[in-house]
């Protein structure tokens, strides 16, 4: 099965797929972030490389679930695709960062590709406020995110927020990314991954139960 783990920026989503590979022993597949070859020019230029690093970002995605093989093991996937449509491109077409003809296109790949899309088993959100946010990206230190603004992370959370509580296609679980560090405390790794463990465990329980019933609910 694969489980989507998703957020912001600096949410702390590969923190937690590699803590998750390491104790519980799922397979990770991480974001193709340093192979975006248009990432450090989209921060410097939104305008002008939006377009470019979204399609990018797009076919990556794509790519990785066309390769997966769902082989009854737990595979994590170090953000979804949904976030780059629902969130990442349609809030750079909403800033007016993506025109409409380009919008369109970039729509319509998504859509004509997302045929063959199967969602994932289940679905964890790192939920972390701006102060948070701010505070991991600066901890992380990438150079080309330092001058981020305040306001586009803002308005990535906001998509998050409205994305996520309308997201119907598979089984969620919320984890506290403000409240817990599961990167260096712990106790608080402890319930991170209870949690976890419970969650997909349920789902597990679930699929098993459909297999065993022929498919009938
Ligand atoms: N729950 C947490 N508590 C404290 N620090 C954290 C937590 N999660 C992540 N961090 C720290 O915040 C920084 C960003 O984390 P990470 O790289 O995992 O985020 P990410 O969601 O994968 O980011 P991106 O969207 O950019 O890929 C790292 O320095 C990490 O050690
Ligand atoms: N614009 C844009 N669209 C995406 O779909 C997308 N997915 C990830 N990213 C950026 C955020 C982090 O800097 C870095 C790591 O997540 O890559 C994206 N940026």
Not at 122 to 133: A, D, E, H, R
Not at 179 to 194: A, G, Q, S
Request: aromatic share 12%.
């Amino acid at each position: 099965m694969i489980i989507g783990i998703c957020g912001n920026i600096g949410a702390g989503k590969s923190s937690l797929t590699s803590l998750l590979q390491k104790e519980l022993g799922f397979t990770a597949v991480y974001e193709a972030v340093d192979e975006n070859p248009f990432l450090e020019d989209f921060y410097r230029d939104m305008h002008r490389w939006a377009f470019h690093s979204q399609l990018f970002f797009l076919i990556k995605r794509f790519d990785f679930l066309k390769k997966v093989k769902d082989e009854g093991t737990v595979i994590l996937q170090d953000r979804t695709i949904y976030e780059d449509v629902e969130i990442f491109a349609r809030n750079l077409h909403m800033m007016k960062y993506i025109d409409e003809r380009d919008w369109k296109l970039y729509h319509d790949t998504f859509t004509t590709l997302s045929d063959h899309l199967t969602p994932p088993s289940g679905l964890i959100y790192i939920k972390c406020s701006l102060p948070t946010l701010l505070k991991r990206i600066q901890k992380r230190g990438r150079g080309y995110e330092s001058d981020i603004d305040p306001r586009y992370l803002e308005r990535l959370n906001n998509l998050y927020e409205e994305w996520f509580s309308r997201f119907e296609l598979s089984p969620k679980l919320v984890v506290d990314g403000d409240k817990l560090d599961f990167v260096e405390n712990p106790e608080d790794r402890k319930i991170v991954l209870e949690q976890v463990s419970g969650f997909v465990k349920n789902i597990a329980t679930g699929v098993q139960s459909k297999l065993f019933n022929g498919g009938k609910t």
